[in-house]
Protein backbone atom coordinates (compact mmCIF):
# COMPACT_ATOMS: atom_id res chain seq x y z
CA UNK A 1 0.00 0.00 0.00
CA UNK A 2 0.73 3.76 0.50
CA UNK A 3 2.87 4.24 3.38
CA UNK A 4 5.07 6.76 5.16
CA UNK A 5 5.53 6.17 8.57
CA UNK A 6 7.21 8.30 11.40
CA UNK A 7 8.89 7.92 14.66
CA UNK A 8 8.98 8.46 17.54
CA UNK A 9 5.49 9.90 17.73
CA UNK A 10 6.38 12.82 20.52
CA UNK A 11 9.80 14.08 21.35
CA UNK A 12 10.97 15.71 24.58
CA UNK A 13 14.32 17.17 24.77
CA UNK A 14 16.02 19.49 27.09
CA UNK A 15 17.88 22.48 24.70
CA UNK A 16 21.24 21.59 23.73
CA UNK A 17 20.35 17.80 22.72
CA UNK A 18 20.69 16.32 19.57
CA UNK A 19 17.73 14.08 18.32
CA UNK A 20 17.03 11.61 15.37
CA UNK A 21 14.01 11.36 13.80
CA UNK A 22 12.90 8.43 11.24
CA UNK A 23 10.35 8.30 8.53
CA UNK A 24 9.77 4.76 6.80
CA UNK A 25 8.39 4.79 3.41
CA UNK A 26 6.10 2.46 0.94
CA UNK A 27 7.62 1.03 -2.65
CA UNK A 28 5.06 3.43 -4.09
CA UNK A 29 5.90 6.69 -2.77
CA UNK A 30 9.58 8.52 -3.56
CA UNK A 31 10.96 12.16 -3.41
CA UNK A 32 11.02 12.10 0.31
CA UNK A 33 10.70 16.35 2.00
CA UNK A 34 10.83 17.08 5.49
CA UNK A 35 8.45 20.06 6.59
CA UNK A 36 8.34 21.74 9.87
CA UNK A 37 4.84 22.91 11.86
CA UNK A 38 5.49 25.98 13.88
CA UNK A 39 3.13 26.44 16.47
CA UNK A 40 1.13 28.92 14.36
CA UNK A 41 0.91 25.91 12.02
CA UNK A 42 2.85 26.95 8.98
CA UNK A 43 4.69 24.29 7.02
CA UNK A 44 7.98 25.23 6.44
CA UNK A 45 10.37 23.05 3.73
CA UNK A 46 13.34 22.00 5.38
CA UNK A 47 14.51 19.27 2.62
CA UNK A 48 13.53 17.78 -0.22
CA UNK A 49 15.92 14.78 -0.24
CA UNK A 50 14.99 11.66 -2.75
CA UNK A 51 18.64 10.22 -2.04
CA UNK A 52 21.50 11.31 -0.38
CA UNK A 53 22.75 13.32 2.31
CA UNK A 54 22.18 17.05 2.93
CA UNK A 55 22.92 19.64 5.78
CA UNK A 56 21.06 22.95 6.31
CA UNK A 57 22.33 24.53 9.61
CA UNK A 58 22.14 22.65 12.49
CA UNK A 59 20.01 20.47 10.70
CA UNK A 60 20.30 17.62 8.10
CA UNK A 61 18.29 14.91 6.35
CA UNK A 62 19.63 11.33 5.31
CA UNK A 63 17.70 9.58 2.54
CA UNK A 64 18.34 5.95 1.50
CA UNK A 65 16.20 5.49 -1.13
CA UNK A 66 17.04 1.52 -1.80
CA UNK A 67 15.97 0.81 2.20
CA UNK A 68 12.67 3.08 1.92
CA UNK A 69 14.13 5.51 5.27
CA UNK A 70 15.00 8.73 5.77
CA UNK A 71 16.76 10.13 8.88
CA UNK A 72 16.19 13.56 10.04
CA UNK A 73 18.89 15.11 12.35
CA UNK A 74 18.54 18.00 14.71
CA UNK A 75 21.90 18.91 16.68
CA UNK A 76 21.78 21.16 19.66
CA UNK A 77 18.37 21.75 19.83
CA UNK A 78 16.99 24.97 20.60
CA UNK A 79 13.42 25.75 21.81
CA UNK A 80 13.08 27.54 18.46
CA UNK A 81 12.99 24.27 16.89
CA UNK A 82 9.43 23.17 19.13
CA UNK A 83 6.50 21.90 16.24
CA UNK A 84 5.79 18.89 14.70
CA UNK A 85 8.33 17.56 11.77
CA UNK A 86 6.67 15.92 8.66
CA UNK A 87 7.76 13.80 6.30
CA UNK A 88 6.09 13.42 3.10
CA UNK A 89 6.62 11.12 0.06
CA UNK A 90 5.57 11.80 -3.71
CA UNK A 91 3.18 9.14 -5.15
CA UNK A 92 3.17 10.01 -8.91
CA UNK A 93 0.27 10.44 -10.76
CA UNK A 94 0.94 10.11 -14.39
CA UNK A 95 1.13 13.16 -16.02
CA UNK A 96 0.23 14.67 -13.67
CA UNK A 97 2.97 15.25 -11.03
CA UNK A 98 2.24 13.90 -7.76
CA UNK A 99 0.35 13.63 -4.71
CA UNK A 100 2.19 13.93 -1.22
CA UNK A 101 1.70 11.15 1.44
CA UNK A 102 2.27 12.29 4.87
CA UNK A 103 3.24 10.94 7.91
CA UNK A 104 1.36 11.66 11.22
CA UNK A 105 4.67 13.46 11.73
CA UNK A 106 7.21 13.44 15.29
CA UNK A 107 5.99 16.47 18.33
CA UNK A 108 8.95 17.79 19.02
CA UNK A 109 9.10 19.89 22.19
CA UNK A 110 12.52 21.43 23.29
CA UNK A 111 12.48 22.47 27.15
CA UNK A 112 15.03 25.33 28.17
CA UNK B 1 9.86 34.52 -6.36
CA UNK B 2 6.56 32.72 -5.96
CA UNK B 3 4.08 33.16 -3.17
CA UNK B 4 1.24 31.89 -2.28
CA UNK B 5 -1.59 33.39 -0.09
CA UNK B 6 -4.24 31.76 1.84
CA UNK B 7 -7.47 33.74 3.00
CA UNK B 8 -8.96 33.97 6.12
CA UNK B 9 -6.56 33.09 8.53
CA UNK B 10 -9.49 32.34 10.89
CA UNK B 11 -12.96 31.48 10.23
CA UNK B 12 -15.71 31.11 13.03
CA UNK B 13 -19.43 29.51 11.38
CA UNK B 14 -22.35 28.48 12.27
CA UNK B 15 -23.42 24.86 11.14
CA UNK B 16 -25.33 25.28 8.21
CA UNK B 17 -23.61 28.15 6.62
CA UNK B 18 -21.65 28.40 3.39
CA UNK B 19 -17.73 27.87 3.11
CA UNK B 20 -15.33 30.01 0.72
CA UNK B 21 -12.16 29.51 1.19
CA UNK B 22 -9.77 31.20 -1.34
CA UNK B 23 -5.49 30.42 -2.40
CA UNK B 24 -3.91 32.31 -4.74
CA UNK B 25 -0.09 31.59 -6.14
CA UNK B 26 2.07 34.28 -7.63
CA UNK B 27 5.06 34.21 -9.85
CA UNK B 28 4.20 30.99 -11.38
CA UNK B 29 2.25 29.69 -13.81
CA UNK B 30 0.35 26.65 -14.27
CA UNK B 31 0.90 25.39 -10.58
CA UNK B 32 -0.50 22.29 -9.34
CA UNK B 33 -2.72 23.22 -6.29
CA UNK B 34 -3.90 21.23 -3.11
CA UNK B 35 -6.12 21.65 -0.38
CA UNK B 36 -5.59 19.28 2.59
CA UNK B 37 -7.16 19.31 5.79
CA UNK B 38 -5.80 19.26 9.10
CA UNK B 39 -7.45 17.55 11.67
CA UNK B 40 -6.47 17.59 15.73
CA UNK B 41 -4.93 14.71 15.37
CA UNK B 42 -2.01 16.12 13.62
CA UNK B 43 -2.35 14.05 10.06
CA UNK B 44 -2.61 15.82 6.88
CA UNK B 45 -5.60 14.68 4.33
CA UNK B 46 -5.65 15.76 0.99
CA UNK B 47 -8.92 17.20 -0.16
CA UNK B 48 -8.49 18.10 -3.63
CA UNK B 49 -5.99 19.29 -6.08
CA UNK B 50 -5.37 20.76 -9.86
CA UNK B 51 -3.26 20.12 -12.46
CA UNK B 52 -5.12 23.01 -14.35
CA UNK B 53 -8.46 25.27 -14.82
CA UNK B 54 -11.18 23.43 -14.00
CA UNK B 55 -9.87 20.20 -13.66
CA UNK B 56 -9.86 19.18 -9.81
CA UNK B 57 -9.87 15.38 -8.41
CA UNK B 58 -11.49 14.34 -5.23
CA UNK B 59 -9.29 12.06 -2.89
CA UNK B 60 -12.17 11.98 -0.61
CA UNK B 61 -16.22 12.05 -0.87
CA UNK B 62 -16.96 14.66 1.78
CA UNK B 63 -19.30 17.91 2.36
CA UNK B 64 -16.59 20.07 0.44
CA UNK B 65 -16.06 21.25 -3.22
CA UNK B 66 -13.37 22.80 -4.61
CA UNK B 67 -12.60 24.52 -8.20
CA UNK B 68 -10.09 26.49 -10.22
CA UNK B 69 -11.37 29.47 -11.89
CA UNK B 70 -8.11 30.90 -12.60
CA UNK B 71 -4.78 29.33 -13.32
CA UNK B 72 -3.50 30.69 -9.85
CA UNK B 73 -6.99 30.76 -7.95
CA UNK B 74 -8.24 27.52 -6.01
CA UNK B 75 -11.71 27.65 -4.03
CA UNK B 76 -12.38 25.77 -1.47
CA UNK B 77 -16.31 25.41 -0.73
CA UNK B 78 -19.53 24.45 0.84
CA UNK B 79 -22.98 25.04 0.52
CA UNK B 80 -23.74 24.01 4.02
CA UNK B 81 -20.86 23.36 6.59
CA UNK B 82 -21.26 20.69 9.53
CA UNK B 83 -19.37 20.15 12.87
CA UNK B 84 -16.94 18.03 11.45
CA UNK B 85 -15.74 20.62 8.93
CA UNK B 86 -13.86 22.36 11.63
CA UNK B 87 -10.05 22.71 11.05
CA UNK B 88 -7.20 23.41 9.66
CA UNK B 89 -7.27 24.28 5.88
CA UNK B 90 -3.85 24.37 4.06
CA UNK B 91 -3.24 25.23 0.23
CA UNK B 92 -0.37 24.25 -1.25
CA UNK B 93 1.37 24.93 -4.91
CA UNK B 94 3.89 22.90 -6.69
CA UNK B 95 5.28 23.13 -10.18
CA UNK B 96 3.92 20.20 -11.78
CA UNK B 97 6.82 18.59 -12.45
CA UNK B 98 8.25 14.92 -11.11
CA UNK B 99 10.26 16.36 -8.34
CA UNK B 100 6.53 17.65 -6.53
CA UNK B 101 7.79 19.83 -3.87
CA UNK B 102 5.40 21.72 -2.66
CA UNK B 103 4.34 24.99 -1.00
CA UNK B 104 2.54 25.90 1.38
CA UNK B 105 0.03 28.68 2.31
CA UNK B 106 -0.43 30.02 6.22
CA UNK B 107 -3.55 28.02 6.71
CA UNK B 108 -7.19 28.73 7.87
CA UNK B 109 -8.45 27.41 10.63
CA UNK B 110 -12.07 26.98 10.61
CA UNK B 111 -14.39 26.64 13.55
CA UNK B 112 -17.79 25.76 13.18
CA UNK B 113 -20.50 25.90 15.82
Known amino acids: GIQVEQSPPDLILQEGANSTLRCNFS?????LQWFHQNPWGQLINLFY???GTKQNGRLSATTVATERYSLLYISSSQTTDSGVYFCAGTFMIYNQGGKLIFGQGTELSVKP | SQTIHQWPATLVQPVGSPLSLECTVEGTSNPNLYWYRQAAGRGLQLLFY??????ISSEVPQNLSASRPQDRQFILSSKKLLLSDSGFYLCAWSPGLAKNIQYFGAGTRLSVL
Open chain 1, 49 to 51: IPS
Open chain 1, 27 to 31: DSVNN
Open chain 2, 50 to 55: SVGIGQ
